[in-house]
């Protein structure tokens, strides 16, 4: 869905001081780019791949999916309409 999204939206305000569509892309491809798990055909960052696949596996857990953090320790497993 975030690929539908950095494809589709269109927030062009005429005369606004700043550039919101260029925001919200920039915001959405951040988000894009620290996705864990296996990443869907739609995924806009060509240099991401599928990562973590086996997060969880030795206890019988699936972990895998979710969002990186700045730092890279702690991943986030949210579920969103995203």
């Known amino acids: 869905m975030t ?5 589709h939206h269109d927030l062009r305000f005429p005369g606004a001081k700043y550039d919101y569509d260029d925001a ?6 951040f988000f894009e780019a620290q996705r ?16 973590e696949l086996n ?7 699936d972990l895998t999916g979710g969002w990186h953090d700045g730092t890279s320790t702690i ?6 309409m995203l």
């Open 36 to 51: 864990s798990g296996k990443l869907p055909s739609d995924n806009m960052i060509p240099w991401r791949g599928d990562s």
């Open 24 to 29: 919200l892309h920039k915001a959405l491809l």
């Open 3 to 7: 690929g539908y999204l950095l494809k």
């Open 55 to 61: 997060d969880g596996k030795d206890v019988g857990k």
């Open 75 to 80: 991943r986030s497993r949210h579920h969103t």
